[in-house]
């Protein structure tokens, strides 16, 4: 018998691996256009179609967030295993045939701190 998925941990996974994606993608901005404030920088995360690319992280942590609340206000269940299956999808392994399978491979290739977050979210969706 399968056992449920551990939500918790793999949203403590999924949200260190996005903090770790927006800290690379800040110092990879501040490279080109030089230090920005945090508030222009959340600006730019927002607005600018650059950043988009991660996008279906952020939206994978939102329906986690919102399942899980929903789940505790009305007594629902919540959808581990799709919501699991869907980080899977995503993550386990990236397809570089999207726009944020290729940009996450590009960015796990350069910087060793994405991997290690990579490789956190991998773990939680083993347990």
């Known amino acids: 018998m399968a ?13 260190e691996l ?4 927006v ?7 501040e490279r080109v256009v030089g230090r920005t404030t945090g ?7 927002v607005n600018d179609f650059r950043h988009q690319w991660f996008f279906p992280l952020t939206q994978l942590l939102v329906r ?5 609340a929903a789940a505790e206000r009305e007594g629902e269940l919540v959808p581990a295993e799709e919501l699991a299956a869907d980080a899977r999808a995503l993550l386990a392994p990236p397809d ?12 796990m290739q350069r910087d060793p701190a994405v991997v290690m977050a990579h490789s956190a979210v991998v ?5």
Do not use: M, S
């Open 3 to 15: 056992t449920e998925p551990d939500l918790h941990g793999l949203r403590a996974a999924l949200l």
């Open 18 to 21: 996005h903090r770790t994606i």
């Open 23 to 29: 800290a690379a993608e800040r110092l990879q901005q």
């Open 39 to 45: 508030a222009g920088f959340l600006q730019a995360l």
């Open 64 to 68: 986690l967030d919102e399942a899980t």
């Open 96 to 107: 570089d045939a999207t726009a944020f399978g290729r940009r996450y491979v590009e960015l």
């Open 123 to 127: 773990r939680a969706l083993r347990a």
